[in-house]
């Protein structure tokens, strides 16, 4: 992955309500206890691919700089890794605000810098609809691109190699019908659509 | 000591040796692990959350509740899963 060197934050439009809905999210609702100590910056694993640091987004948040925040390239690249949330001395939830604006950047349709990654989590959830657990195998092929014979030949290989070692399940494992898995599964969906 | 296993679908499959290796090391520590039946995603730390935060609750949810039948505790060896269950724990 290519390395970012570090930007600074140039405020271009800001809009006051993006702070309060950044409180409305889960983990969120103390955004403004943020003390820019960058603890998380230092410790955050994927940080050289990142081109705002999490310190340099919560600072955005605060500004109201939505458009900014949502087109950044750190809220995809964040891995829920927790260890900023872990040495946060303000104890902030960071990889789900992180979360919470992928989310949002979902909603208002803006691009991702990393365009595979919105459909990542739509094909991960749809996969875990359909079998109510994770089928590795099926994700990868929703995910590759098929038209590059370099891409499908290194996942073939690589594919083999994790079969040999009985990692790579062919047939997914499903969930027994008579629960109600997929009533759970309508209903939750429904849910976020109404509100 | 018995425990509600819940496996996740990672350790099921490509974290296969994970799963060898605490097998292992509880015949030792006496500990049996009883798969939960019928467990499904745990609701993937950022992967459904940030697809939809409620469904992603309501899927770990569905595992607490299983295990809750069982009338055991609950152990996972993946940490996401642990953290997504933890999560939904504190929220109901």
């Known amino acids: 992955m290519e390395v970012n060197s570090l930007r600074t934050i140039t405020p271009q439009i800001i809009d006051p309500s993006f702070t309060e809905e950044t409180m409305k999210l889960q983990g969120g609702e103390r ?8 603890v998380c910056a230092g410790s955050c694993h994927a940080r050289f691919a990142m081109d705002y640091s999490p310190m340099q987004i919560l600072k955005m948040a605060h500004l109201g700089l939505k458009q900014q925040v949502l087109s950044s390239s750190t809220i995809w690249i964040c891995a829920s890794c927790y260890t900023c949330a872990s040495r946060c001395p303000r104890d902030l939830d960071i990889p789900a605000i992180m979360s919470g604006f992928k989310n949002m950047a979902m909603k208002n349709n803006v691009p991702a810098p990393i365009a595979l990654k919105p459909k990542f989590h739509k094909a991960f959830a749809e996969i875990v609809g359909k079998y109510g657990r994770m089928h590795e195998p099926e994700l990868k092929m929703k995910l590759i691109n098929k038209t590059s014979p370099g891409e499908l030949l290194r996942n073939a290989s690589l594919g083999i190699r994790m079969f040999r070692k009985g990692k790579l399940k062919l047939q997914p494992s499903k969930l027994d019908p008579s629960t109600r898995f997929s009533e759970i599964y309508k209903n939750a969906l429904n849910e976020e659509v109404k509100k | 000591m018995k425990y509600a296993y819940f496996p996740g679908c990672a350790v099921h499959a490509s974290a296969k040796e994970y799963a060898m290796s605490a097998n292992a090391v509880n015949k030792y520590l006496d500990i049996e692990l009883v798969e939960i039946p019928d467990w499904n995603c745990c609701g993937a730390i950022d992967a459904v959350y940030a697809y939809n935060p409620l469904l992603s609750i309501s899927l770990a949810s569905r595992n607490l509740a299983l295990a809750e039948n069982m009338k055991m505790d609950i152990v996972t060896l993946c940490s996401a899963c642990f953290f997504t269950l933890s999560r939904a724990n504190n929220m109901l």
């Open chain 1, 31 to 38: 955004i403004l206890d943020c003390i820019q100590c960058g």
